[in-house]
């Protein structure tokens, strides 16, 4: 991915590192002169110099640090050819001692100066110094200076890299947009052939491509070019790879960035990034900026009045809008952005004349899941009895993300088979794997744990093959996997509008394990939690989203708009609360009733079911027509 030149941070002229090199420099040149401890002194023995001494040679001596002493010679001594060597002319050696040695013990030393001095009356002087190492004084602070350079050029290097320069130590980079530049000089190899399904959103995306090739062809009739596309959908839905396919097809240059990116702990590097982004995109134009996660700014304003945290957002948020707003329609910038939050949005970024357009991408349906089986299965060794129809069916509510990981891990059961192609067990298993987990086989579970579990999937099996609207059951299995102790697959309808009875039959079908536990055992268990958890919010949503219930009426308590003025309060006042609540529990008990009556009625269909299920731990569709005949109605069930 080549960059172009000017999205590159330019380099300093001058080099911050010059500055700490030449003051290091002088700060050691000045330590070591200083000193003074770069004269050549002669070395001498104790026995030598007491013999200086007797003579008069000596004007001054210095005992250092206890066992160095550094004798000084009179100036007529320094004349004498047995001193001549330690006479130097060199200015460094200014107030240097002549000679140097190392004595034994001070007192017995001292004792013998003072006696010479006191016998010849002698005018010599002796001194007492201590004197440190010039490393051991200077040590300390070359570390402290080093620790400083190093944390300043570590802070630097991580501001320059959080500013994406690519150069260190370029903290004037910090404001600078942190976006890719995709252009004809870079190859991405993402087309529109690699999106699969998607259509809708596919050809409004390839819409604005063309708006920004052939704008003439659009305002020539008065009309404006968008300034904006939202991206809205579930995770993993392919919103980033039509982005990337626009910036593979488009033949202009296309920024890319993420609206994490924007943000940064100095207060006012956001809103500068946004400038700086749309600078380099209006001096690019026609060109696209892509913002993938635009909810990490675009939340909306205001809303937390907690605290004031977000300032900087709101701060990069408001660059954002005033940036779309500001920008004249023939500068041909579109923006294009990205988020499964559009929920939390601000307004004022949704507006028309900001994202003019809003592109849902959608789950796929089991068509479009085909299509992206397709895609992602090209580069594996499928097996020749592999049945892309059957693999789509199987995958409900699954999305493109999904799907890809689905064919991955296929390929990576088959390869830890030692298969040759990856077949349709393999991504059976896949499927079973991303829906339930990780089967463990070895988790330590009683025979009677097993038995109760063995009953409670049997429950919801029977329920939902006898139950008209129930899903029809794939498989069911007592083998733990991930969390749970036992499951039961079933092919939900994909449905776009669902009936009361519909979803009420999913209920009792869901309650059917905590039935069968009741009706066999007499006794219930925590095993049906995520049950409960699933049928206590159908019923919630029925009676409070949907406006299913006789009792509370046909209104909704739902706000589309996300941004509900209750904040914290309920919409609705204490006596309706309490009609929801009995209304919930109302519609659940029936459920419930219902489930162990079809069961008590069916009981001995339940427990060879449930004895199979121990005995085999895993059955399919096939076990249950075996035992229960054919399903009673005449739905068809996929194979
Ligand atoms: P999120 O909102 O979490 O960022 P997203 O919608 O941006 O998700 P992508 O990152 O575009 O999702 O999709 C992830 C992966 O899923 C893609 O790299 C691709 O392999 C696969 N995928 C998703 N949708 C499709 C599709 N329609 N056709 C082919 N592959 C797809």
Redesign the pocket.
């Known amino acids: 991915m080549a960059n172009d030149n000017k999205n590159k941070p330019s380099k300093p002229k001058f080099s911050p590192y010059w500055v700490y090199g030449i003051i290091l420099a002088v700060f050691l040149g000045i330590q070591l002169f200083s000193g003074g401890s770069m004269e050549t002194i002669k070395s001498t023995t104790p026995a030598q110099f007491l013999q200086y001494l007797e003579d008069g040679d000596v004007a001054k001596i210095e005992i250092v640090n206890k066992y160095e002493a550094k004798v000084f010679l009179t100036k007529v001594a320094l004349e004498k050819e047995v001193h001549k060597k330690t006479k130097s002319t060199s200015f460094l050696s200014i107030g240097s001692p002549n000679y140097t040695f190392e004595f034994g013990d001070l007192q017995n030393f001292e004792n013998q100066i003072n006696t010479i001095i006191r016998d010849n009356n002698l005018t010599t002087v002796l001194d007492y110094k201590t004197e440190h190492s010039i490393w051991a004084e200077i040590l300390p602070t070359l570390i402290f200076f080093g620790l400083f350079i190093g944390v300043w050029l570590f802070i630097m290097r991580r501001m320059s890299s959080g500013a994406g320069g690519g150069a260190g130590g370029q903290i004037f980079n910090i404001g600078k947009s942190k976006a890719k530049l995709f252009d004809q000089n870079t190859v991405v190899k993402t087309s529109f052939k690699?999106?699969?399904?998607?259509e809708g959103a596919k050809e409004e995306v390839q819409e604005i491509v063309d708006f920004l090739k052939n704008p003439d062809k659009y305002t020539s009739l008065g009309g404006k070019i968008p300034k904006g596309a939202l991206?809205i959908?579930?995770?993993?839905?392919?919103?980033?790879?039509?982005?990337?396919a626009v910036a593979g097809e488009a033949q202009v240059p296309f920024f890319s960035l993420s609206g994490s990116d924007f943000v940064e702990m100095f207060v006012g590097v956001g809103a500068s990034r946004v400038r700086d982004l749309f600078k380099q995109a209006k001096e690019k134009s026609p060109s696209i900026i892509f913002i993938?996660?635009i909810d990490a700014i675009g939340r909306a304003r205001g809303k937390n009045i907690m605290s004031g945290s977000n300032d900087e957002r709101e701060n990069t948020l408001n660059q954002l809008l005033t940036e779309m707003d500001g920008f004249g329609t023939n500068t041909n910038v579109i923006v294009v952005a990205?988020?499964?939050r559009a929920d939390i949005l601000d307004k004022a970024l949704m507006r028309a004349g900001r994202f003019d357009r809003q592109i849902f991408?959608d789950l796929?349906d089991v068509r479009?899941r085909k299509?992206?089986f397709d895609?992602?299965l090209k580069p594996l060794k499928k097996s020749k009895d592999l049945d892309v129809d059957f693999l789509s069916k199987q995958t409900p509510g699954f999305?493109?993300?999904?799907?890809?990981?689905v064919c991955n891990e296929a390929a990576l059961i088959a390869a830890r088979k030692g298969s040759k192609s990856v077949g349709r067990q393999d991504f059976l298993d896949a499927v079973d794997r991303i829906v339930g987990g990780l089967e463990k086989k070895n988790k330590i579970v009683t025979p009677e744990e097993k038995k109760a579990v063995a009953y409670h999937e049997a429950g919801h099996a029977t329920i939902s093959w006898l139950l008209e609207h129930a899903a029809p059951l794939v498989k069911v299995t007592i083998v733990p996997r991930g969390r749970s102790l036992g499951a039961a697959w079933y092919l939900p309808e994909e449905r776009l509008i669902v009936h009361p009875e519909q979803m009420l039959d999913e209920m009792c079908a869901a309650l059917g394990g905590r039935a069968a536990e009741k009706v066999v055992f007499n006794k219930i268990s925590t095993g049906a939690l995520s049950d409960l958890e699933k049928v206590t919010k159908q019923a919630r949503a029925m009676v409070t989203v949907y406006g299913l219930s006789d009792k509370v009426g046909n209104l909704t308590y739902y706000d589309s708009s996300g941004q509900s003025e209750y904040g914290f309060t309920k919409p609705y006042s204490e006596q309706t609360a309490e009609l929801i609540d009995k209304e919930i529990s109302d519609i659940i008990e029936k459920q419930y009733q219902r489930a162990i009556k079809i069961l008590k009625e069916n009981k001995n269909k339940l427990t060879e079911l449930a004895e199979v299920l121990l005995e085999k731990e895993v059955i399919f569709k096939d076990n249950l027509e075996k035992i229960f005949g054919k399903r009673p109605h005449e739905r068809e069930v996929l194979e």
């Open positions: 690699d999106v699969a399904g998607l991206l959908g579930p995770p993993g839905t392919g919103k980033t790879l039509l982005a990337k993938d996660e990205a988020t499964n991408v796929p479009e299509e992206i895609v992602h999305s493109g993300a999904d799907i890809a990981n």
